[in-house]
């Protein structure tokens, strides 16, 4: 049974929410059939579907080596065990709160972000969240070439690893990484379809490259013994709190891009709960079997070889088994198209989407993407775990936090969870057209929280007293303070708003 509301949107008896005829607004110039509410037929995805999307993007390189890297700057395992485990359980409630509006109403997150940025003013969050994800495709991209230059390494043998080098790498690293690349673009090329079926058989299979890994150095180790008490270089006095809270903040980062365009996913769920059990299930319990294994498993290289060897393939260059190093990595790179393709491809294939809806088709955005993923030059962002935590997690986690503060706010106090499906197209109308297509309440809330929450950024390439010295303390605290600050001051800017009546805000924002 359903029930009609405004707008000719049906809502099911489970609340999600219908548009049956796309004619008044598929005309316009804000939709395109990627971006068009998902009918409630097409909602099919189980609580399966999302905890093998979430064991498919946890389980990759990048996320051993954001554990490892704590390893590197001196945590023992179980401080970086639950600096890990504490930052998955707090990035998991605005993602679950993002979530919502993309199961109930069938849309991706460019097209949520209208209902409080604007027609328009949504290119300003999709783009931001856009550009990062191009950023770390090209880190997944570049850590999954550097698996297989290893692995063709072992086969070939020293004439591949020490080819000529060009342009700062051997030109078999480059090769390796331009066959990688074109691997994934294939795949993208293909649609989210393809995408999910990728993500469903390879799901189970991504967890036994890095057993094989944490297998192999607990043997030459000598068990979990010499691992386990090995003393923390940091301690648990004021040189383990000065790292713990940057730390803290850039594992919530590693996943503050998904806990914003996580309803790019949910538009295809089945129902609220299977959505929200499955990731419930799926990220704090896969990032926390993945940090455990890449903990362990430096720590024992620690032991091994005298020195934190946080990259896996680096350290599986080091193991005596050729066929042992072949199906780890094998795996390892199977784990990392997964993870890029899902948490890496699809949001900017929409933002860019989102852009120029008639022009940017979602294969398209995923070319796009590509493209931008090798102009960043990710190995520059990869080349050392200081630069990797404090500035690339912590500068982008501290400006995403304040888009994801003006999205809970709005959605769940401001409008309460109910939109107006053709609204969110209506070209040069309606009430998301706010002023021009942006919504300036929006942009303040953003740009104050995100200023609060950078400015002070220091370390790699900031400066030692900060961008805005005075705001220095604050960086430590990036991701906390830009999602505070943002969430209150949209809040309060939209307090008016919500005083005021339906008939007078709707001429308004026709005006």
Excluded at 106 to 117: C, H, M, T
Excluded at 226 to 247: C, E
Aim: with cysteine; net charge neutral.
């Amino acid at each position: 049974m359903a029930t009609a509301e405004q707008s000719s949107q049906i809502t099911d008896q489970d609340g999600r929410v219908d548009l049956p005829d796309h004619g008044p607004i598929e005309h316009s110039r804000f939709y395109n059939p990627e971006l068009a509410p998902v009918p409630v037929e097409r909602r099919t995805w189980t609580t399966y579907n999302y905890f093998a999307l979430w064991m498919g993007m946890a389980h990759n390189i990048p996320s051993y080596t954001l554990a490892a890297s704590l390893i590197a700057l001196g945590m023992d395992w179980l401080q970086a065990f639950l600096t890990i485990t504490i930052g998955n359980l707090i990035v998991l409630i605005p993602m679950l709160l993002n979530s919502h509006a993309g199961t109930k109403y069938g849309i991706p997150f460019p097209v949520f972000a209208r209902a409080f940025y604007g027609l328009r003013g949504a290119n300003l969050a999709a783009l931001l969240r856009g550009f990062i994800a191009c950023g770390w495709f090209g880190i997944q991209t570049w850590v999954g070439g550097q698996a297989l230059y290893v692995i063709v390494g072992k086969l070939v043998g020293d004439s591949w690893i020490n080819a000529t080098v060009v342009g700062g790498q051997h030109w078999t690293l480059w090769l390796c990484f331009g066959v990688f690349w074109v691997i994934q673009m294939l795949i993208i090329w293909r649609g989210m379809d393809a995408i999910r079926r990728f993500e469903n058989w390879t799901a189970p299979l991504v967890s036994v490259g890095f057993l094989i890994l944490l297998g192999y150095v607990l043997v030459k180790a000598g068990g979990l013994g010499p691992i386990l008490s090995a003393p923390s270089k940091l301690g648990w006095g004021a040189d383990f709190w000065k790292v713990f809270a940057p730390s803290l903040m850039a594992m919530i980062a590693f996943w503050a891009t998904l806990s914003l365009n996580m309803p790019d996913f949910t538009r295809f769920g089945g129902s609220q709960r299977k959505q929200m059990r499955g990731q419930i299930l799926g990220l704090p319990t896969t990032m926390s079997f993945i940090a455990i294994v890449a903990i362990l498993t430096t720590s024992g290289g620690q032991v091994l070889y005298g020195e934190a060897i946080w990259d896996p393939a680096l350290l599986a260059a080091r193991f005596d088994s050729p066929v042992l190093v072949i199906v780890a990595l094998v795996a390892l790179v199977l784990a990392t198209i997964s993870c890029n393709l899902a948490a890496n491809v699809v949001s900017p294939s929409y933002d860019f989407s989102n852009a120029f809806p008639k022009k940017i088709t979602f294969a398209m955005g995923g070319l796009i993407t590509g493209v931008i993923g090798v102009v960043v030059m990710p190995w520059r962002l990869i080349s050392d775990p200081s630069i990797y935590i404090f500035a690339w997690l912590g500068f982008y986690g501290g400006v995403l936090a304040a888009v994801a503060g003006v999205l809970v706010a709005g959605y769940w106090l401001v409008v309460r969870t109910e939109l107006d499906v053709k609204d969110l197209y209506h070209d040069g109308g309606g009430r998301y057209w706010f002023s021009g297509g942006w919504n300036p309440r929006a942009v303040v809330a953003t740009l104050l929280g995100a200023v609060l929450a950078v400015g002070g950024a220091y370390g790699g390439p900031f400066p030692a007293d900060g961008l805005i010295p005075f705001l220095k303390p604050l960086y430590d605290y990036n991701w906390l303070v830009g999602v505070v600050a943002a969430f209150v001051t949209y809040l309060a800017l939209s307090m008016p708003s919500r005083a005021e009546s339906p008939a007078r805000l709707e001429g308004e924002a026709r005006a």
